[in-house]
């Protein structure tokens, strides 16, 4: 069982080659302070993650996603991030739609220089997600009993 | 209904094609199945009626009929999957004699078996947009599949033959029994009590994919090694991973023909997920599937104002 006194929230954030992972890159050269619970994955465009990628997650234990790529206009595959953007959408409206915290999934346009930003985007999201608790709904059962 | 015109046009449709998909009557009162007819002494077999719901679509797909030519009966729905799947260069026009049928919907058994108790044939006859129950003339709105009460298109898009007069209303307004927007009322937490409840029933047996006329991926993700997506176990979370997902492939391609739900042996209303988000994609890409074979389907195109302000 999830100890909820000493609970912090796990997140999984994909985030994109060109713009977010190099934006966490400078945050981390640039000694900015950002929570420990975001756990990093890079991926060659945010137009590369496909919605199941972010379900399974959550299905694994993740307390929240957290998608992050080049602001529009800004993408190196021209428009990735477009098409990705449609995706989300419509994503994250059934998600909320069927029930589930509109927090658990969050998305977040972060280039390459806003080192800072990032650090502020996980800040806002480890809050989040730690207001509305541990996740229930989408987390495999028998992780919800160790 | 219209069997005469469809027996004649068969007969003379079966000196060009291999075959007619159709529907016949099936061992069971109230059910039609989907029939191919390929000698002209079976056209007798050949019948439409209001319980002739399966998507005859999906039988275009199957490895003999995919190279031959064939004729297919086709109501709004089927002709709108077969118009995504000509789109999808999964078949070919020229090898389709598509015989379009106006449809006013079809009746769910359930309901009627509500109103009426037991069934018997005898008791009941059938109109177009009626029905009389020994003697008694009924609209046949409240007994209609929860799909067909919220269609929007009732005439197919794409024809060679038009079997019978176009319908002039669109169901939806008549109607006005649209499931998905009773369930848009209610809020966000009664909402999941109620997807949760629906999901634990799922035993998984993916009747719902095999019959969607739309779903023809060779390995579907729900049954991929590489990666493992999901487990086959009926699970609550796993159950919810699948019917999420598959949405989600259907997402601009779901012609909302309730072929899902109509085959679910547990009454999940599953059309229900696609649905609404065919109905987001409407609201906000401008978009139907199966309409216009020539418009960019929605996640294949972009616009640079579309709905942005959730990403931070």
Same mark, same amino acid.
């Given at each position: 069982?999830?100890? @909820?006194?000493?609970?912090?929230?796990?997140?999984?954030?994909?985030?994109?080659?060109?713009?977010?992972?190099?934006?966490?890159?400078?945050?981390?050269?640039?000694?900015?302070?950002?929570?420990?619970?975001?756990?990093?994955?890079?991926?060659?465009?945010?137009?590369?993650?496909?919605?199941?990628?972010?379900?399974?997650?959550?299905? @694994?234990?993740?307390?929240?996603?957290? &998608?992050?790529?080049?602001?529009?206009?800004?993408?190196?595959?021209?428009?990735?991030?477009?098409?990705?953007?449609?995706?989300?959408?419509?994503?994250?409206?059934?998600?909320?739609?069927?029930?589930?915290?509109?927090?658990?999934?969050?998305?977040?346009?972060?280039?390459?220089?806003?080192?800072?930003?990032?650090?502020? &985007?996980?800040?806002?999201?480890? @809050?989040? &997600?730690?207001?509305?608790?541990?996740?229930?709904?989408?987390?495999? @059962?028998?992780?919800?009993?160790? | 209904?219209?069997?005469?015109?469809?027996?004649?046009? %068969?007969?003379?449709?079966?000196?060009?094609?291999?075959?007619?998909?159709?529907? %016949? =009557?099936?061992?069971?009162?109230?059910?039609?199945?989907?029939?191919?007819?390929?000698?002209?002494?079976?056209?007798?077999?050949?019948?439409?009626?209001?319980?002739?719901?399966?998507?005859?679509?999906?039988?275009?797909?199957?490895?003999?009929?995919?190279?031959?030519?064939?004729?297919?009966?086709?109501? +709004?729905?089927? +002709?709108?999957?077969?118009?995504?799947?000509?789109?999808?260069?999964?078949?070919?026009?020229?090898?389709?004699?598509?015989?379009?049928?106006?449809?006013?919907?079809?009746?769910?058994?359930?309901?009627?078996?509500?109103?009426?108790?037991?069934?018997?044939?005898?008791?009941?006859?059938?109109?177009?947009?009626?029905?009389?129950?020994?003697?008694?003339?009924?609209?046949?709105?409240?007994?209609?599949?929860?799909?067909?009460?919220?269609?929007?298109?009732?005439?197919?898009?794409?024809?060679?033959?038009?079997?019978?007069?176009?319908?002039?209303?669109?169901?939806?307004?008549?109607?006005?029994?649209?499931?998905?927007?009773?369930?848009?009322?209610? %809020?966000?937490?009664?909402?999941?009590?109620?997807?949760?409840?629906?999901?634990?029933?799922?035993?998984? #047996?993916?009747?719902?994919?095999?019959?969607?006329?739309? #779903?023809?991926?060779?390995?579907?993700?729900?049954?991929?090694?590489?990666?493992? =997506?999901?487990?086959?176990?009926?699970?609550?979370?796993?159950?919810?991973?699948?019917?999420?997902?598959? %949405?989600?492939?259907?997402?601009?391609?779901?012609?909302?023909?309730?072929? #899902?739900?109509?085959?679910?042996?547990?009454?999940?209303?599953?059309?229900?997920?696609? #649905?609404?988000?065919?109905?987001?994609?409407?609201?906000?890409?401008?978009?139907?599937?199966?309409?216009?074979?020539?418009?960019?389907?929605?996640?294949?195109?972009?616009?640079?104002?579309?709905?942005?302000?959730?990403?931070?």
């Amino acid at each position: 069982m999830v100890n @909820e006194d000493r609970w912090e929230p796990k997140i999984v954030a994909f985030l994109c080659h060109w713009c977010s992972y190099a934006g966490a890159d400078l945050a981390g050269v640039s000694r900015i302070q950002y929570p420990p619970n975001v756990r990093v994955i890079r991926v060659p465009c945010s137009g590369a993650v496909n919605p199941l990628y972010i379900l399974r997650a959550l299905r @694994e234990g993740a307390d929240g996603v957290l &998608v992050s790529g080049c602001h529009p206009g800004d993408c190196h595959y021209l428009s990735g991030n477009y098409f990705a953007r449609r995706k989300f959408f419509l994503l994250k409206e059934l998600l909320s739609w069927l029930g589930i915290e509109e927090e658990r999934v969050q998305f977040s346009w972060v280039s390459a220089s806003e080192g800072q930003r990032f650090a502020q &985007v996980v800040q806002d999201v480890v @809050e989040s &997600v730690k207001r509305i608790g541990p996740s229930r709904k989408m987390v495999k @059962e028998f992780l919800l009993h160790v | 209904m219209y069997e005469e015109e469809i027996r004649a046009l %068969s007969v003379k449709l079966l000196d060009e094609v291999e075959g007619v998909i159709g529907y %016949s =009557w099936g061992t069971l009162p109230f059910r039609a199945r989907p029939f191919l007819c390929q000698k002209k002494e079976d056209v007798t077999h050949l019948v439409f009626n209001h319980f002739c719901g399966s998507n005859l679509a999906r039988y275009l797909l199957s490895g003999e009929l995919k190279e031959k030519k064939i004729a297919i009966l086709a109501k +709004a729905c089927d +002709a709108r999957a077969i118009t995504v799947l000509i789109r999808e260069g999964q078949v070919k026009r020229e090898n389709l004699v598509i015989v379009g049928i106006p449809c006013y919907g079809m009746v769910d058994r359930k309901k009627l078996e509500e109103r009426f108790g037991p069934l018997q044939p005898q008791d009941f006859e059938w109109h177009l947009d009626s029905l009389t129950f020994k003697g008694e003339n009924l609209s046949i709105g409240p007994f209609l599949e929860a799909t067909c009460q919220r269609c929007l298109h009732p005439n197919p898009p794409l024809y060679d033959h038009l079997i019978g007069q176009e319908v002039t209303y669109i169901p939806r307004k008549r109607w006005n029994n649209d499931a998905l927007t009773k369930l848009d009322m209610v %809020s966000r937490e009664e909402r999941w009590a109620f997807f949760a409840g629906e999901f634990e029933k799922c035993i998984r #047996c993916y009747a719902c994919r095999n019959s969607c006329p739309l #779903c023809y991926c060779k390995e579907c993700f729900a049954e991929m090694q590489r990666p493992y =997506w999901l487990s086959g176990a009926a699970t609550p979370s796993e159950n919810l991973f699948f019917h999420v997902g598959r %949405s989600l492939h259907m997402a601009g391609r779901c012609v909302e023909c309730g072929a #899902c739900e109509r085959a679910c042996p547990v009454d999940i209303p599953i059309a229900l997920l696609p #649905c609404k988000v065919e109905e987001l994609i409407r609201g906000n890409f401008d978009f139907e599937a199966g309409i216009d074979p020539d418009k960019e389907p929605p996640l294949l195109t972009y616009r640079e104002n579309d709905p942005g302000e959730f990403i931070r």
